[in-house]
């Protein structure tokens, strides 16, 4: 199973709103509304931004929204923030054999 | 409050075993699974596998079948991910985290540093 593509690196000033692209197969993001999104800054656990495509857990800001066209999911940081600067992953369920599979990784920088 | 707490961090020599542990609490233990990911140094997340301590029903990623055993004591909330035979290759941060709604992983333990060098 060939891991998600993500852009290695997006940048964006403050308050300005950039999106990231996750792009898998018809075995994974096309089959299943099943993408996460995980923020990790430095030396930190990763943590949940999305889940679902597009949901927020509780305490996540409504700054960050999911969205899934075909086998293509985009996560979107609108009015950006210094504190949003990091390393962000896509997820996506690929049935009960494989499970999940991660994309790369891409390095958000806030300008 | 939802925890997960890994055991702390580990220097072994190439061929050594290791079994390094993931500790749950503030929820029902059996009735989530538990999934571990390898970083590795400046590298990116990946999936090694998971388990469900109610049964201990395990899967792997194909890249990591035969090469680690992931167990669950459900009697003390804990899983586990071990090597029989460690490798320089094996150096990275590995973490554990409970698999909740949708499949994504909504709380993750801190990490454990895994260190192999001769």
């Known amino acids: 199973q060939s891991a998600l593509t993500q852009p290695a690196s997006v940048s964006g000033s403050p308050g300005q709103s950039i999106t990231i692209s996750c792009t898998g197969t018809s075995s994974d993001v096309g089959s299943y509304n099943l993408v996460s999104w995980y923020q990790q800054h430095p030396g930190k656990a990763p943590k949940l931004m999305i889940y679902e495509g597009s949901k927020r857990p509780s305490g996540v800001s409504n700054r960050f929204s999911g969205s899934k066209s075909g086998n293509t999911a985009s996560l979107t940081i609108s009015g950006l923030q210094a504190e949003d600067e990091a390393d962000y992953y896509c997820c996506s369920y690929a049935g009960s054999s494989t499970y999940v599979v991660f994309g790369g990784g891409t390095k958000l920088t806030v300008l | 409050e939802v925890q997960l707490v890994q055991s702390g961090a580990e220097v072994k020599k190439p061929g050594e075993s290791l079994k390094i542990s993931c500790k749950g609490s503030?929820?029902?233990?059996?009735?989530?699974?538990i999934g571990w990911v390898r970083q590795m140094p400046g590298k990116g997340l990946e999936w090694m596998g998971i388990i469900y301590p109610g049964d201990s029903d395990t899967r792997y990623s194909p890249s990591f079948q035969g090469q680690v055993t992931i167990s669950a004591d459900k009697s003390i909330s804990t899983a586990y991910l071990q090597w029989s035979s460690l490798k320089a290759s094996d150096t990275a941060m590995y973490y554990c985290?409970?698999?909740?709604?949708?499949?994504?992983?909504?709380?993750w333990g801190q990490g454990t540093l895994v260190t192999v060098s001769s």
């Open positions: 503030g929820y029902s233990f059996t009735s989530y699974w």
């Open positions: 985290a409970r698999s909740g709604v949708g499949e994504s992983f909504d709380y």
